[in-house]
């Protein structure tokens, strides 16, 4: 994991785990204050980052997406946009075209085979963006609203104009689609993981994810327990680096559970520190 950083460049560290769970946010959290980095919650429909963080002076913006109107004044309700429109987002009914919004992508087919130019585009909300202050860091998240089915466009948002410097960015948990979204954003990844067969199998997914995008990589095992060595058995076959190992205990249970930092907690501020030394 080098951690070369030229002057007024940005180094973007995603932390990724192949399932929910395994501590992801914990350990991003945590190395952001450790590395004095900025903390991006990358996991838009369901970020809690905050909570640990607790940013101050917290500035909002919205998102929205393109969506078609229909003028029916100028619709001769021909059909042709319920045929163009691949996701089934149009249905034509006995006086109308009626949008299901939610199922709309905003790609404008529509409006291209429309020959009555009864379609323009207007911006539909689905979520926010936060931008606020731990000390010196800068903390981002976006949140989607409730019911919204497409996490991606809030994603596109946050990850546009990065900060400057060291970003922390805390993917959504598993491989799906916004996990690869942000993957284009990385020049380094850290798959955290829990020494489980639960945690191996989904592990191993999320290794051939970033393996197939050239990105550096290494492991972090979390609530680690003496006598396992299933995970480091698995980065010695396949030639992991491991960054480092966090153990599993009851007091950091509870601190976690009260929303506080484990590196409040000595022990783990050894663990995190020689962490970011891996750099």
């Avoid at 192949?18 to 204050?33: H, I, P, Y």
């Avoid at 002076?57 to 997406?65: A, E």
């Avoid at 992508?105 to 020959?115: E, F, L, P």
């Avoid at 009555?116 to 979520?127: H, L, Q, V």
Wanted: hydrophobic share 40%.
């Amino acid at each position: 994991m080098e951690l070369v950083l030229e002057e007024e460049d940005s180094l973007n560290i995603g932390i990724l785990s192949g399932k929910g769970g395994t501590g992801k946010t914990t350990v991003s959290t945590n190395l952001a204050l450790t590395m004095k980095a900025n903390y991006i919650d990358c996991d838009v429909e369901e970020p809690n980052g905050f909570i640990f963080l607790n940013p101050k002076d917290i500035k909002t913006k919205d998102v929205g997406v393109d969506y078609p109107f229909i003028d029916k004044d100028k619709c001769s309700l021909c059909g042709e946009c319920v045929k163009a429109c691949q996701f089934n987002a149009l249905a034509k009914v006995k006086e109308s075209i009626i949008l299901f919004d939610k199922l709309c992508h905003g790609c404008a087919a529509c409006q291209i085979v429309c020959k009555y130019n009864a379609i323009e585009y207007k911006k539909r909300k689905i979520g926010i963006i936060e931008e606020g202050h731990h000390k010196e860091l800068i903390c981002k998240h976006g949140i989607l609203d409730i019911g919204e089915p497409m996490a991606v466009p809030i994603l596109k948002e946050l990850l546009k104009g990065l900060p400057e410097g060291v970003n922390i960015l805390d993917c959504s948990p598993g491989t799906s689609c916004n996990v690869v979204n942000t993957l284009h954003h990385m020049d380094v990844a850290v798959l955290v993981t829990e020494p489980t067969e639960f945690g191996l199998h989904d592990l191993k997914m999320a290794v051939e994810l970033v393996r197939i995008f050239n990105i550096p990589f290494g492991i972090i095992i979390n609530k680690h327990i003496i006598g396992s060595t299933i995970i480091q058995d698995y980065c010695e076959k396949e030639n992991i680096p491991l960054y480092g190992v966090i153990p599993y205990s009851r007091e950091a249970a509870k601190a976690y559970s009260n929303g506080n930092m484990l590196v409040d907690l000595e022990e783990y501020k050894d663990i995190f520190e020689k962490i970011s030394e891996k750099g």
